[in-house]
């Protein structure tokens, strides 16, 4: 495979679960990100990796809970979300550093918590 | 504090025709802007950017301009074609990516 893979394309949870998103990246990139785009708004930085090491909490809930095993996974950990929580969750990579290095998305979770 | 704007939420154009893609930034510190571009059920994708020391890039039918004065930026496409229909993202980040703000995007539809 190639580009940025996320699963699952579709999720539907309760506010009781706890359920993981993933993200894989086959760029050789060493930046990972999760985004969150709500209906009619601007992509919402979430988390950014650079490296494995988190270099971003853009002031996320901890009901989110990121991770990351190595440069090619992410993981988006979910628990107690609720029902506002409900988006689509965009995973991108990227090479570090360079403001003119454009991130590379997958096609995103659509996460709706009932 | 939304930093990236796009004012404009659907824009329609004739196939063939110039479309014309607005945005709007307040942050002075942005060093580079890009454009994405986003089908339905698809991540977004990267198009063109422009970094802050030119007012003009231009690849193929996309070009995009830089106003900085005016903390501004267009991208045009001529001529358009039906898939070009999708929505358009801005986006502007410093000398770092780890901090790239967008906007809400404009959904361009091109009539045949």
């Known amino acids: 495979e190639t580009g940025v893979t996320q699963t699952p394309r579709h999720l539907v949870m309760g506010m009781t679960n706890k359920k993981s998103l993933k993200c894989e990246q086959h760029l050789g990139h060493n930046a990972m990100y999760w985004y969150k785009q709500s209906a009619k708004k601007p992509l919402e930085l979430m988390f950014v990796?650079?490296?494995?090491?988190?270099?971003e909490n853009n002031s996320v809930p901890s009901r989110f809970s990121p991770e990351c095993p190595n440069s090619s996974h992410l993981f988006l950990h979910l628990h107690t979300l609720q029902p506002e929580d409900s988006a689509l969750y965009l995973c991108a990579s990227s090479q570090a550093g360079g403001g003119n290095s454009p991130l590379h998305f997958g096609n995103g979770t659509r996460l709706t918590v009932t | 504090d939304q930093q990236v704007k796009q004012n404009s939420p659907s824009l329609s154009v004739q196939e063939g025709r110039i479309s014309i893609l607005n945005c709007d930034y307040t942050?002075?510190?942005?060093?580079?802007f890009l454009w994405y571009k986003k089908y339905p059920a698809e991540g977004p994708t990267f198009l063109i950017s422009i970094s802050s020391i030119k007012d003009k890039n231009e690849d193929g039918r996309f070009t995009v301009f830089l106003n900085k004065s005016a903390k501004h930026l267009s991208l045009h496409i001529v001529p358009s074609q039906p898939g070009d229909s999708a929505v358009y993202f801005c986006?502007?980040?410093?000398?770092?990516?780890?901090?790239?703000?967008f906007g809400a995007g404009t959904r361009l539809t091109v009539k045949p």
């Open positions: 986006a502007a980040s410093g000398d770092n990516n780890n901090d790239m703000r």
């Open positions: 990796y650079n490296f494995k090491e988190q270099t």
């Open positions: 942050n002075s510190m942005f060093d580079y």
